[in-house]
């Protein structure tokens, strides 16, 4: 058989292709190309989901510094919040495929709902300086899920120069004292309390835990209520508790729930009411709108004994959790990342000078006076042993168990419930929710 003069150019030509393509290959292993990073190390791209509305924006710088010292890091930063229903917006992500690597969860009830997507943190170099009460919420087993973003408080945040207008030289401790103020505040001309009732998370989460917060056992008052020998009816701290709502219902701005987050931050910084019911992470929005503002925490009394009820409730709002899922090379360095966040110099002023955070881990160092004046007064009363506790994640279903509380709080302002039907809407929905 006659050969073809077309072959020896045809194979000339494939061995030319094969040396190129063995070149480009090596070229690429080299430079980083394809997925590569000088030194051999992959590209990753870091899905990183806040729920920190308040310091999305320092967040954001944060993340910029990180990548420009990690050239081979991509951090892809959302944050949803704001009003919005962040467990929700999580469950969307999972459930369309476009899983975080690294996110939030409360602890308690939230653990336990996702920990099956969660990485086990218990060695990392930052875990054994966790401060004693962010770890209990976060634990399973004796393992560590969750980096605590930060220690926080809340109670009725109060402008010192108001008071002072109206002569009040003396921070109310009990219910009477308190509602002595509002009588002396209203006299004078200024609006008491502006209550931000139109926001769920505010009276779902952080009004409604009060009661439960005044438990003489919180934990054993849930068990309870899980098990049916507890009701709020019958609970005398949660008929005390009304006694304060109906109070700054009494004293309180015209249209309670009309009043979300934003609107309350702008009004309050502006002097548009005495106190509101807020904790220290509004310090950067208020303090934004208003430089000036003279600002301290006031308790949240539901009874005239003055040794129990001057305490602030105080706990870890969230923790930073790490998608067992992710690519491995994306969890190293996610891990990576969060750890640099709490050990490295310049993570730590983020975290206290720009975040204005009260560290949860022991190691975190810098000048706390930074951190402004709601913050000084939650570390003050932490110092003095002057703190309740902190519940909602322990409520069934997570968030959902708040969002019926929200709805009955809003509808009792708004005079559609009576009390007696307010405590039942809640027994309804601890009950069908604890089944669910």
Not at 244 to 257: E, F, H, I, M
């Amino acid at each position: 058989m006659r050969r073809s003069k077309r072959y020896p150019i045809l194979i000339g030509i494939m061995l030319l292709i094969t040396v190129l393509l063995a070149a480009c290959g090596q070229n690429n292993a080299a430079t980083g190309e394809s997925g590569g990073t000088e030194g051999g190390e992959k590209k990753v791209t870091i899905r990183y989901l806040s729920f920190e509305v308040e310091i999305a924006e320092q967040l954001s710088r944060m993340f910029k510094e990180y990548e420009a010292l990690n050239p081979g890091v991509t951090i892809m930063f959302e944050t949803i919040g704001s009003g919005a229903d962040s467990a929700s917006a999580l469950r969307a992500k999972f459930n369309s495929g476009n899983e975080p690597d690294i996110f939030q969860n409360g602890g308690y009830s939230e653990l336990d709902l996702w920990i099956d997507h969660l990485e086990d943190l218990s060695d990392e170099p930052w875990a054994k300086n966790v401060v004693e009460m962010a770890r209990e919420p976060i634990t399973r087993d004796g393992k560590l899920y969750g980096q605590p973003l930060k220690v926080e408080g809340y109670g009725f945040i109060y402008n010192k120069d108001l008071f002072k207008k109206a002569g009040i030289t003396k921070v109310p401790e009990t219910l009477a004292e308190l509602e002595e103020v509002a009588n002396q505040l209203q006299n004078a001309g200024i609006t008491p309390f502006l209550n931000p009732y139109g926001e769920w998370w505010i009276i779902g989460n952080h009004l409604a835990n009060i009661p439960f917060a005044y438990q003489e056992d919180p934990n054993s008052f849930i068990k309870g209520l899980n098990e049916g020998t507890k009701s709020f009816a019958s609970n005398e701290v949660f008929n005390q508790w009304l006694d304060l709502v109906d109070l700054t219902l009494k004293y309180g701005n015209k249209n309670p729930l009309q009043v979300d987050y934003n609107t309350q931050l702008t009004e309050f910084a502006t002097g548009k009411a005495a106190m509101t019911q807020q904790g220290n992470w509004a310090s950067i929005p208020l303090l934004k709108a208003n430089p000036d503002l003279n600002i301290g925490f006031l308790p949240m009394p539901i009874n005239n004994d003055a040794a129990s009820m001057n305490k602030l409730p105080i706990g870890v709002p969230n923790y930073w959790v790490l998608n067992k899922k992710s690519d491995p090379e994306v969890k190293k360095a996610a891990k990576a990342l969060l750890n640099w966040m709490v050990s490295n110099e310049e993570g730590q002023h983020y975290l206290m000078s720009e975040f204005k955070q009260i560290p949860a881990i022991e190691t975190v160092r810098g000048d706390k006076e930074v951190l402004g004046q709601l913050a000084g007064d939650v570390m003050r009363y932490m110092d003095e042993g002057k703190t309740i506790s902190w519940n909602w994640f322990k409520f069934p279903a997570a968030e959902a168990t708040s969002h019926y509380f929200a709805d009955a709080l809003q509808a009792y302002s708004a005079g559609k419930m009576t009390r007696e039907e307010l405590l039942a809407a809640f027994q309804n929905a601890w009950k069908n929710l604890n089944n669910s």
